[in-house]
Each structure stands twice: as C-alpha cells, then as structure tokens.
C-alpha cells in the first residue's frame, strides 16, 4: 500500500510536470502566433530575408576620352566562366543545371580556354570531392571576351555559366599615363559583406574618381533554396546610375608623337629621366605631357617612375629662367640691349663668389647685352639682377610669374618650387637658375605671358564633364588669365631674343630650327646637386632642356623638354654629341609634326605643303584599292587579307601625319608579319583583332608566335618578343 501510495504520487508529478511545460510551450506558440516575433525579431521579417536575393547593379565607370573623342580609358565588358557541380542543383529542371560529364566538358574548354585537359578535369573532379557548388578556372576563364563567351555557349555544355564583369582598360598602353592613371578594383564594405569597386588610384582617375565611380544600382527577388526565382518574385530594381565622361585638352595624334618620340631617345641614350610637356600659350591648354620612365597602365607592375614630373618635381631649371630675367629688365625700362658688359666672370663684392660663364676664363670679351642673351650668359644675368633690375624688384617679378607657387594645374600631386633668395650669392644665382628650383610645368605657366602679349594662363588638362545619360555638360573649363606680369611691348621684345637664340648667329639653341617654322626659345644647362656637397662633374652629368615656341611671330604651340643625365655615347666619327641632341630629337619631331598636323601655316619662305591626311571612308571598301589611296597619300598601311574592309583603327574625317601606321582588317583576317614593329603598333593592332596579348622584353617586334598568313579570329593568343632595335641590327 505504501508503494503504491508513493507511485501515485510520483505520477501526480509527473503530470503535472507534463502539463506546465505543455500550456508554457503552447503559450509561447500562441504568442508567436499572435505577435508573428521571436525576442523581438519579426518573423515574417526574417523569413523574407532568407527567401531573398539581392545582387548589387554595378554602375559604369565613366570613359576618358581626349580632346577629339579618342578614347583614353573605359570599362571593358568581359566574362568570368564557372562550373555549377551539385546534382541537386537540376532538381525540377527539365535540362541539367550542373556537369554531369567532367570528362567531356574538359574536352571541351581545353582549347578555347588554352588550357590542359587534364588541368580542367582535376578542378571538376576536387570540387565533386569537395561537395563544392561551383568551380571557377582561374585566370585562364577570366577576361574572357564576348567573342570567347559566345563561343563556349555555344557548345551547350550543361553546368558552364558565365558572369559579366569589366575591367578597367587603357587602348594606348604607355601614353599619357601619368597624366590618365589608372583605377583598379578595390574591397569595399562591411568584413561581413564585402563588395568591389573600380576605385582610382593615381592620375586623373584618382583626382576625378567621384565623377567616375557613379553608384551602383541593386536588384532583389525572393528565391528558393537553389537560387531560383520563386513564380512571384516580388522583384525590386534599382537601376545604376553611371559615372561621368572627362574630356581631357590632349590631342591622341600629338601625344603618340610624343610618347613615340620619348621611347626612342629612351632606348638610345639611357637618361635618368625624360619630361616634355605641350601647350597652347594661347589657351593654357595641355596638348601633349609624358615622361620617361613611364608604364602601362593595364598591368602597372615594377613601375620605376610614379610621379608625374612634369609637376611633381622642382629641380633647378637652369639657363631657361634667362627668358624671365631679360623681360623683368625690359619691363622695368632699364635695360638696353646694345649696351656692352665684360662677360666671362663678374664678382660685385669680395664677401660672394664670383659668377663665371659657361666657357669661363675671359668668356668672349666684351659683348652686348643682346648678344649675351644668345650665348646664354651667366655674367650678363648676374648683371641684371644686381645693377640693372635691383634684387629686391627682381623677387617682386619672380612672384609676378607666380615661382612661387602652384600653377593649380587639374592634376594631382602638383608640387611647387622654392625660390631661394636669402644671401647674395643666391639672388644671384637665382638670375640664371641656380639654386631656386621650379617645376617644368610652373616654367610653362609663366612663359605663356612671354607667348601670349603678357597674358599669363592658367594652365589645365580638364576641358568638361559630360553626363553620358542626359548629354549634359557637368562642367567646362575655359581660358583664365591669371596675371599680367609684363606688357605686350616687353613680350615682343622677347619674342625676337628668343628666336635670336635659335636663329643668331651666336646661339645656343641652332638644334631646335624647323623645317618650316620659325622657333624661338631658351636653353638650359643645369647642374645636378652632388649629395656630398656642390655639383656633380662630367659632360654628361646635367639636366639638358629647351623651352620653345613657333611659329616665333604668333606662337600656337609652345613646349619644354628636358633630359637628365643622358649617355652621350661616341658617335662612328669618335665625336661626342651634346647634350641638345636628345632634347632636340624630341622638340623638333613633336613640334614639326604638330604644327602640321594642326594645319597651321609655315612661316618660312620654303614652305613645304606637308599637312595632316583626311581619312577618307573606308568600311566596305576594296582593301588592295584603299591600301594603293593611303600609301599614295604618305601613309604606311598594314592590311590582313582580301576583300572588304569591315574594321580599320582610324575612322573616315580622322586627320593623320604622314608617315602614320594604318591597319585594314578584313572579313576573314590573317596574321601580318609583324617583326620590327613598335611596341605601340603591336598592341593597337592586337586590341583592333581582340587577341589576347602576351609580351616579353622592351623595344620592337622580334617575334611573333602566329605565323604571317595564319588565319586570326578574337581571343587568339598572340606572344611576342620585344628586343631593342640596335640588337636587332647587331643579330
């Protein structure tokens, strides 16, 4: 009785146990029921999150273009190919989803993806292991072009998919690169929902990347647990909005001149540095800007040279800052060109070292001060500043052209020289550009008043920002005076020493005459800091430059350019070339062929009839009866087989050079022999074709490993090898 008594009471317990714990969960089920919440969470909330997808729209980059519409830089469609492997996946599906014969689908994307079958398969076959959902091919099944995407899905492959992705591309490779920059895809976002953005890293890029990013757009859409598309949706679109087009000032003809023309004294002379820069004095304008060394912004690897040294880095200029010195005397009335000074060395007072020019000794006796402008003498500057100008008014004209500061040029990372004025013996130094360091593009800013009637411009790279949806113009910039440091007068005085310069009979500057222009400009010689202390020693341990304008009567074009430390190898005749050779390489091709391409009018008495080239309509034209009218016409012309022309890299109403490689490509192209070409025209060529492109080495075309004559479609692979031209000749 008493166990009995005892199960009884146990089960009572228990019953009651039961009971509690029933009433507490169905309570906490009604009141799920009734609030639809679980600690405060929304249930209906939570569920719909996990029933939705969201992908993020991305906006497109906006395009560079330059001053013509050539475009610089722009977001390249490709595709990015992957493997869905789970069975599980084709559950309902009337065709298979996923792969279900990894052998075959080796087979398959071996050739068109270039690569082993065998590679192909053990990525399926470890992923099948893995239980992975997808696979990808590594940088093989990247950047594939429409032409490859179409081409695979063609073969109907069940599990091979494809996702667009663009990639931020630059069709000229080295050009203007540390002008344009590059951008390159970054890690935004939360840690737990990261997410990728082409973002601007140097150049314009960077300086306009808000312009350029746009914003990204999504699309949401409630899914089952395969991804699918549920048969109401519930879809919500967000769309893109795009970025903004930059218009640049430069010119792609005369910045190709430039770029071709840098590489070439690159390649012979081996300097430490090469910067040039071209502008229009009338405008303030930037039409051309490069330096040496310089990289494709495509694949920015072992980059030598970020800066843009055109206006990041102030050295002392040298004899170039004359042109400045002479037009504070002119323009304070107290200078007299027929006057004549003892030139060779000049000390005013025992306490400063005494000033001696370029060929010292006794230099060439007495002289006048015109003619010491011509010989680019230091004694004659010297003079100025200290008997003539006054010190302290001369640093009133050197604020005047603005030496110190920044020119405020559209472009990043701009650094500004130092004048260096505190003792004596550097206000005097600082008359013939010694000392004082300045930038080459704040020597450009201040020349424009020399150029354009006394009118200093305001230099700039920018021309507008286009909204590529509405059309509409963002911003545009136009000419700004930004001072008067001399008056017309004293400019046009100027003008005629400075062709002087180059035209006299005692001049520094007889290697930069044209053909069918008169030049006038300013050589400059400067010496290179030691760090040990004072200068460094030997002919070649200089920066050598020139700051021109032509033609001299009415400039339209205006340039600098300067080489540092360019190996001034014998020539056959055991003479040793002057350091004015490779900057005179430089300025004569660029500004010879400039001028012409712009058709402004030669001023010399033999004047050539050069002018740029037409192109005339080409597309579904005859391509032997096309390439016989360019050739004729001055051109070098490529093309890649018989029949019509359906592609060309130069549109109908282009203006050309002579001399200018054009490419003809046909319906049914073959491979061009290709050997000596440029780097330039390689790569044109290969991104016309759409190939893939592989290079070694640097200088021209020594191989190829397409065959002349093979048959070419887009996405081929095409490996080359660049040797310098003189191995070349020596092989």
């Known amino acids: 009785m008493r166990k009995n008594k005892t ?44 029933r939705t997808s969201a992908y993020p729209l991305p906006a497109e980059r906006g395009k560079i273009y330059d001053s013509n519409k050539m475009l610089l830089a722009y977001d390249k469609p490709t595709y990015r190919l992957y493997a869905i492997l789970r069975e599980d996946y084709s559950e309902g599906a009337k065709k298979p989803r996923h792969v279900v014969d990894p052998e075959k689908t080796a087979m398959a994307l071996a050739p068109l993806l270039d690569m082993k079958e065998s590679d192909i398969l053990d990525r399926l076959q470890k992923g099948v292991e893995k239980k992975s959902f997808q696979v990808e091919f590594g940088i093989k099944g990247r950047g594939l072009s429409l032409q490859k995407k179409d081409e695979i899905a063609a073969l109907n492959l069940p599990g091979i998919n494809f996702e667009k992705e ?19 895809k970054m890690e935004t976002g939360k840690k737990k929902n990261p997410q990728t953005q082409t973002k601007g890293v140097t150049g314009i890029e960077k300086q306009m990347d808000k312009y350029l990013s746009g914003k990204d757009g999504y699309i949401s859409f409630q899914r089952d647990k395969y991804n699918k598309k549920l048969l109401h949706p519930e879809e919500a679109v967000k769309k893109p909005e795009n970025g903004k087009n930059i218009y640049l000032t430069i010119d792609q003809k005369i910045q190709t001149l430039l770029e071709d023309t840098l590489s070439q004294v690159e390649e012979k ?68 060109g027929n006057e004549a000074y003892k030139s060779g060395q000049y000390q005013p007072n025992e306490k400063i070292k005494p000033i001696r020019d370029h060929n010292g000794g006794n230099g060439w006796g007495a002289i006048s001060y015109d003619e010491g402008f011509e010989r680019s003498s230091n004694v004659a500057a010297s003079k100025l500043v200290w008997e003539k100008i006054g010190s302290d008014k001369y640093l009133e004209y050197l604020k005047a052209f ?39 593009i704040q020597q450009m800013k201040a020349a424009t008043a020399l150029a354009n009637g006394g009118k200093m411009m305001q230099p700039y790279i920018i021309e507008k920002i286009i909204d590529p949806n509405s059309k509409q113009v ?82 339209q074009l205006m340039m600098y350019v300067s080489v540092k430390q360019p190996k001034l190898r014998p020539k056959q005749d055991g003479s040793i070339p002057n350091g004015a050779e490779p900057v005179s390489f430089i300025f004569n091709n660029v500004m010879e062929n400039g001028l012409h391409y712009l058709n402004i009018d030669p001023d010399k008495q033999n004047k050539t009839k050069t002018k740029a080239i037409a192109i005339p309509s080409l597309i579904g034209k005859d391509v032997d009866q096309m390439k016989d009218v360019l050739t004729r016409r001055g051109l070098r012309v490529t093309t890649t087989g018989k029949g019509k022309i359906v592609k060309s890299n130069v549109a109908e109403g282009d203006k050309v050079l002579p001399n200018d490689h054009i490419f003809l490509v046909t319906e049914k192209p073959q491979m061009p022999n290709i ?21 070694f080495g640097n200088g021209y075309v020594a191989t190829q490993n397409i065959k002349a004559g093979t048959k070419i479609k887009p996405g081929d692979y095409l490996g080359i090898e660049l040797v310098p031209l003189e191995k070349q000749k020596n092989n």
């Not at 714990?21 to 909330?45: H, K, P």
């Not at 020289?417 to 505190?422: A, F, M, Q, T």
């Not at 004293?490 to 005692?506: A, D, I, P, W, Y």
């Open 166 to 184: 663009a990639v931020r591309a630059y069709p000229n490779g080295t050009f203007a690169s540390q002008i344009i920059g590059f951008a390159k």
């Open 7 to 50: 199960t009884h009471f146990m089960a009572g317990i228990l019953i009651i146990l039961f009971v509690g714990i029933f009433l507490v969960l169905s309570g906490r089920f009604l009141y799920i029921q009734a609030t639809a919440e679980v600690d405060g969470v929304s249930l209906e909330a939570w569920a719909d999150k996990q």
């Open 675 to 695: 050997i000596g070409w440029s780097f330039r025209d390689a790569m044109q060529f290969a991104q016309l074709l759409d190939l893939k492109t592989e290079t």
């Open 474 to 555: 963002i911003e545009e910039k136009s000419p700004k005076v930004v001072g008067e440091p001399i008056s017309k007068k004293t400019s046009q005085q100027m003008l005629k020493l400075l062709e002087s310069v180059v035209n006299g009979k005692h001049g520094t500057g007889k290697n930069f005459k044209l053909d069918d222009y008169t030049v006038g400009g300013k050589t400059g010689t400067a010496q290179i800091p030691n760090p040990k202390g004072g200068y460094l020693i030997g002919h070649e341990n200089y920066v050598f430059s020139f700051l021109g304008m032509a033609p001299i009567d009415n400039p």
């Open 269 to 336: 002379y081996e300097p430490e540095r090469i910067s040039a820069v071209v502008m229009d004095p009338k405008t303030g304008k930037i039409i051309a800007m490069g330096n040496r060394p310089s990289y494709d912004p495509n694949n920015p690897t072992n980059v030598e040279n970020w800066y843009n040294d055109v206006i990041s880095t102030p050295f002392e200029p040298g004899s170039t800052v004359k042109m400045f010195t002479w037009a504070a005397a002119i323009e304070e009335g107290v200078y007299n």
């Open 402 to 440: 603005h030496f110190d500061q920044k020119t405020n040029i559209d472009l990043p990372n701009e650094v500004a020289g130092e004048i260096l004025y505190n003792w004596p013996a550097e206000k005097l130094t600082t008359a013939f550009g010694q000392g004082t360091t300045m930038t080459p």
